[in-house]
């Protein structure tokens, strides 16, 4: 047994590793296969691409590609990893965490505490949450946690929500702040509803639109009322160097800003320039990937780390259906300017294929006939 006093160590982001998958296919194809306006979709909801699994392709191989790409960039000693925390909703297993697989796939093994996250879309950020914690703590007795948010998004042909499908996966290795520092104190916010759920045994969602709406900006507004406290919200706001937000799609994020601008009393030329300046170039990778549920935030993350200097700041809004939020703070470490882990995201979105209408609906006959047969 060790006897070493548990102690603090600095905590944060060291490395970064995304996977999208290898198919994918424009929201302006979707449109006329379900009678609907391609612009509808494209300034609508605001989406780009759908990202789309292949057969046999699924939440476990997003997951361990992108721990794969996390641990060889962070470059740190296997051994040291103390922690596994996987955020997912894509369950492949009642029982079984999805980390097993993960592990299984990455031979990690041993002193290990690994473990899957549940909360909707907001698992990522739990688990990233517990693991800052974890070494905040002292617990962790300096050994880095591999952190990972993966999904496979989609929706039952036909439903509203299909063009903002997708699927991706971000991991993050935890350990010093070389990319990024999380700062200890965030804000949450949950209120138990009934927007969006899976009920076990069914394969799609059910969603209540409307409500889930409502509950995410209603979320926004109180985790953003929390940070800004008692401060002037101008300046709280201004020295975050980009708005990070869950993007279910674009438009969704945009409507959350209305609602904070109007919680500041701001006029509507000063709520646009807020989305133009600080939160709508975060979305870029998400445009290219659609809803990947947990991993939907920390790709927005990952978009606007890259190429900061060291010492900015940003913040970060986690929003799961059920539901419950967290708002995050962070600090740019020293790798956050070179933003090494764009690479990823340039070699998953030029070599993947793009899929027409028809090939789109064999993929989904398929997927539907092995669901049959299962
Ligand atoms: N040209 C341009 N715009 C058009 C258009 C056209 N021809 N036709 C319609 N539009 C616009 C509409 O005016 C509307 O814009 P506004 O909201 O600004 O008014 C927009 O396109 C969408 O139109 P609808 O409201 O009619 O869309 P819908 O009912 O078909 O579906 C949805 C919208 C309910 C959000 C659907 O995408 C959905 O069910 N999504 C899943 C649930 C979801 O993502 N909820 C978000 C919060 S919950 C969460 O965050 C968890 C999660 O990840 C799922």
Redesign the pocket.
């Known amino acids: 047994m060790s006897t070493s006093t548990a102690a603090a160590c600095p905590t944060g982001i060291a490395s970064i590793g995304l996977h999208f998958p290898p198919l994918a296919m424009s929201v302006a194809d979707l449109a006329p296969l379900r009678g ?10 605001g989406c780009g691409e759908m990202s789309l699994c292949a057969p046999g392709y699924g939440v476990v191989e997003l997951a361990a590609e992108a721990a794969r790409r996390a641990i060889r960039r962070w470059g740190g000693d296997r051994e040291r990893i103390g922690l596994l925390a996987v955020g997912t909703e894509t369950g492949v297993d009642m029982s079984r965490p999805l980390s097993a697989w993960v592990a299984e796939r990455l031979g990690l093994a041993g002193a290990v505490r690994s473990y899957e996250v549940k909360h ?2 907001y698992g990522g950020t739990l688990a990233l949450r517990q693991a800052a914690e974890w070494r905040m703590s002292g617990a962790a007795q300096d050994r880095a946690a591999l952190v990972v948010a993966a999904d496979v ?1 989609l ?1 039952e042909p036909g ?6 499908q997708g699927a991706g996966a971000v991991a993050m290795v935890v350990d010093e702040p070389e990319v990024a520092a999380i700062d200890p104190v965030s804000y949450a916010w949950s209120e138990p509803q009934f ?2 759920w899976r009920p076990v045994g069914e394969s799609y ?1 059910r ?1 209540d ?2 409500l ?2 409502d ?2 900006r209603r979320a926004a507004e109180n985790c953003f009322r929390a940070l800004v406290g008692n401060g002037d919200p101008e300046a709280v706001l201004r020295e975050l160097a980009a708005i990070c937000f ?4 674009p ?2 994020v ?2 959350a800003v209305q609602r904070v601008g109007e919680l500041f009393h701001w006029e509507a030329e000063r709520i646009e320039a807020f989305f133009r300046d600080k939160v709508d170039p975060t979305m870029v990778w998400n445009r290219l990937c659609g ?1 990947a ?1 947990t991993a ?1 935030l920390w790709i927005s993350v990952a978009n606007a780390l890259k190429g900061l200097a060291h010492g900015q700041r940003l913040a970060a809004f986690s ?3 059920g ?1 419950g939020a967290e708002l995050l703070t962070l600090e740019a470490g020293p790798k956050a300017a070179a933003g090494e882990w764009a690479e990823d995201v340039e070699r998953d979105v030029s070599g993947r294929r793009r899929l027409n209408a028809r090939r789109y609906s064999l993929l989904r006959d398929r997927e539907a006939d092995k669901r049959l047969s299962a």
């Open positions: 609907e306006d391609p612009a509808k979709y494209t300034n609508g909801l909707a879309c998004a929706y439903d509203p929500g299909e063009p903002t927007d969006f969602p969603v639109g409307p889930s709406l509950c995410y869950h993007v279910p799609f438009k969704m945009k409507k809803n549920y939907s929003y799961g259906s539901f």
